[in-house]
């Protein structure tokens, strides 16, 4: 699935009580290249069953060819269940962004996501289990025992202090704060079991360079997706992609068509027994952001 990850961008998510909805699901939003129609943490208990409702119409009327991807975010598995019940509205989706996926929930959402088989699936990387290696070896194992396409794990930030009592404050990147050490283990563990990652959002909306300082850090990780939670964030993580992939791409080419061991290229060492993984990675990502 590594095609459709490159083409997710900067994702924007999209409340489905969202006042434009029919629009966003048929024009799109800004230059957002796939959106994320929420129904879980950006919906309150009281209008769930309403946005879920409104949401299934609003996607059954949605035109069926878009040029951006369009993925809904499920509370629970009933919501997922009520979205499968309509054939409708699953012609008109990409996938789903399972949230708060661990060894835990993972039964409950398996049951359903049986039932379709083919949807893609994006899980979210966001409870207690991501802080220990013990339970997130088991988190790894549950997403293997998958049936689904895994476009890519999505990891959720935003909990993941909550669940330490913190709130990222001005000036602070994700990786200015505790969730450091956490995101090495989930980089280190499910990257060389062969998924992608989506970077975390960064909610401070106002904040341009603090943006693009997180940025810069993501791409230097190895993310080539990012979640975003207001339009004007968008430009400024695409600009960043284009630019980075722009020179990565070119260092991977020469690298997949050297037949020297070790030679130099931008500046920089090339091995082949080094960095042909990563290479290959680049090549086959097919990122096609534009800045």
Not at 7 to 17: N, R
Not at 213 to 226: N, S
Not at 245 to 266: G, I, P, W, Y
Request: aromatic fraction near 6%; hydrophobic fraction near 45%.
């Amino acid at each position: 699935m590594n095609e459709l990850y490159g083409h997710l961008g900067a994702s924007l998510y999209v409340p489905a009580t969202h006042k434009s909805l029919d629009s966003i699901l048929s024009e799109g939003c800004h230059t957002a290249r796939s959106l994320i129609i929420c129904t879980e943490d950006a919906v309150i208990d009281s209008e769930v069953t309403w946005a879920v409702r409104r949401l299934i119409k609003a996607l059954k009327t949605a035109p069926l060819d878009v040029p951006f991807l369009r993925f809904v975010r499920p509370r629970s598995p009933l919501v997922l269940q009520q979205i499968i019940a309509s054939p409708e509205a699953m012609a008109r989706i990409d996938g789903v962004v399972v949230p708060k996926f661990d060894a835990e929930t993972a039964p409950a959402w398996q049951v359903v996501l049986e039932m379709a088989p083919t949807l893609a699936i994006m899980p979210t990387l966001e409870t207690l289990a991501l802080f220990r290696d013990s339970t997130t070896d088991a988190l790894l194992e549950a997403i293997q025992a998958l049936s689904n396409p895994v476009i890519a794990l999505r990891i959720g930030a935003n909990d993941l202090l909550g669940a330490i009592g913190l709130k990222r404050q001005s000036g602070q990147t994700i990786y200015d704060t505790p969730l450091r050490g956490t995101l090495e283990r989930i980089i280190t563990t499910f990257r060389p079991a062969g998924y992608e990652l989506a970077a975390p959002v960064c909610d401070l909306i106002d904040e341009t360079d603090t943006l693009s300082r997180e940025i810069t850090q993501d791409i230097a990780w190895g993310f080539y997706a990012k979640t975003c939670i207001h339009p004007s964030q968008i430009d400024v993580v695409e600009a960043h992609f284009a630019h980075a992939l722009s020179r990565q791409k070119a260092q991977a080419d020469a690298l997949l068509h050297s037949d020297t061991a070790v030679f130099r290229h931008d500046g920089q060492m090339m091995e082949q027994t080094c960095h042909a993984t990563w290479a290959r990675r680049i090549s086959s990502l097919n990122v096609n952001a534009t800045s």
